[in-house]
């Protein structure tokens, strides 16, 4: 395993997303600045140029100075032509966010001008789409709403849907989803859609199955691989089976002290009004060490763990190793992006045998 850290402008640095240029490129993308929810958080672009060793300086690609922009995606929808699709909202108020584009059409070179792309409040993204057959554009996207215990957990998940490259959309709502975001989408061989969800109330990764292109959905139901209310991604390998990218703990495992997110400034959290429930509809706090890797051969129906990436071991207290990207390049190599204890994004060359 070839283990590299990402340059970094800033102290905060979060929720990175891969892509595997036509090119031979490798770009990744992730949000940093002084803090979680802070205006001055702004969506960066590194590039790991083909043949090169080292990461090249990042670029900051957002400039909303009112706004905290996050959970970016980057998505090549030809040869070169590369979309950027973010988040941003009004301090750690995720349900004031909106979706934000940019394109390029030099690998990453050079970009268009900001727009939005989802103009309603509280909409969110975090893992990139797929492209059908027929051309349609499928983005898992979801909805975020205060919960019973005043910060999230009601939220619910969707997917758009888009017919002309992106001028317009539709959405699909996952029914059944209430808590479950951060869908991460893969089609299988024989063309099912297969998606699996970050759960608020930190148990355990859940799935749903569409078999007519995403029209419709499978009410989600939970797999034997906790989850611990953290990001988690999914991709489909050379040989067809599926691995998943995810903290191997829940809150059964590691309950939490405190039912707070600790990466926030505290003086923010404080202004939230958070009641004290005996049901919680969100859990926060669990932590978010090991990251493992599981593989399927049945199309998500069962799982193996087949590589524990980082532990916390030899780092004091719990190290946050978290919202995980995971590809594989035409040559084999497994790549892993994920956020080392929010210093910086590390970057991970694996074998296909996971090595």
């Not at 922009?69 to 980057?74: D, R, T």
């Not at 050079?110 to 057959?133: K, Q």
């Not at 129906?301 to 071991?313: A, Q, S, Y």
Request: proline residues 6%.
């Amino acid at each position: 395993m070839k283990s590299r850290n990402i340059p970094t402008l800033f102290p905060h640095n979060h929720a990175s997303n891969l892509l595997l240029l036509s090119n031979g490129d490798v770009l990744c993308t992730w949000f940093g600045g002084s803090c979680e929810g802070k205006a001055d958080i702004s969506i960066h672009l590194a590039r790991l140029s083909s043949g090169a060793e080292e990461w090249e300086k990042p670029m900051i690609l957002s400039d909303d100075t009112e706004r905290s922009e996050q959970n970016p995606i980057l998505f090549e929808i030809s040869p070169g032509v590369i979309w950027l699709i973010y988040t941003a909202q009004i301090g750690i108020h995720q349900d004031t966010a909106v979706v934000r584009w940019r394109k390029s059409e030099d690998y990453g070179q050079t970009w268009s001008e900001i727009r939005n792309l989802f103009s309603e409040a509280g909409i969110f993204v975090r893992n990139p789409p797929v492209v059908l057959d027929n051309g349609d554009i499928l983005l898992p996207a979801y909805y975020c709403l205060k919960s019973k215990s005043g910060f999230l957990g009601e939220d619910y998940s969707v997917v758009k849907r888009s017919s002309d490259m992106g001028l317009t959309w539709s959405e699909t709502v996952i029914d059944g989803s209430a808590g479950l975001v951060h869908m991460t989408l893969v089609e299988t061989k024989d063309k099912k859609l297969v998606g699996f969800f970050r759960n608020r109330r930190a148990d355990y990764i859940y799935s749903t199955v569409s078999e007519d292109g995403g029209k419709t959905w499978k009410i989600p139901y939970p797999l034997d691989l906790p989850n611990n209310n953290s990001s988690i991604q999914c991709t489909k390998l050379k040989d067809d089976s599926l691995v998943l990218i995810f903290n191997d703990v829940n809150k059964h495992i590691a309950p939490p002290k405190v039912n707070r997110p600790p990466w926030f400034d505290k003086k923010d959290m404080d202004k939230i009004e958070l009641d004290v429930t005996e049901e919680p509809s969100s859990v926060w706090g669990v932590r978010r060490n090991p990251l493992v890797i599981a593989r399927s051969v049945d199309d998500g129906m069962t799982w193996e763990r087949v590589k524990t990436v980082i532990t916390k071991d030899g780092i004091e207290g719990e190290p946050e190793f978290s919202y995980p990207s995971i590809k594989q390049a035409p040559d084999g190599t497994i790549h892993v992006s994920y956020t080392f204890m929010r210093q910086y994004i590390r970057h991970e060359e694996l074998t296909e045998n996971f090595e």
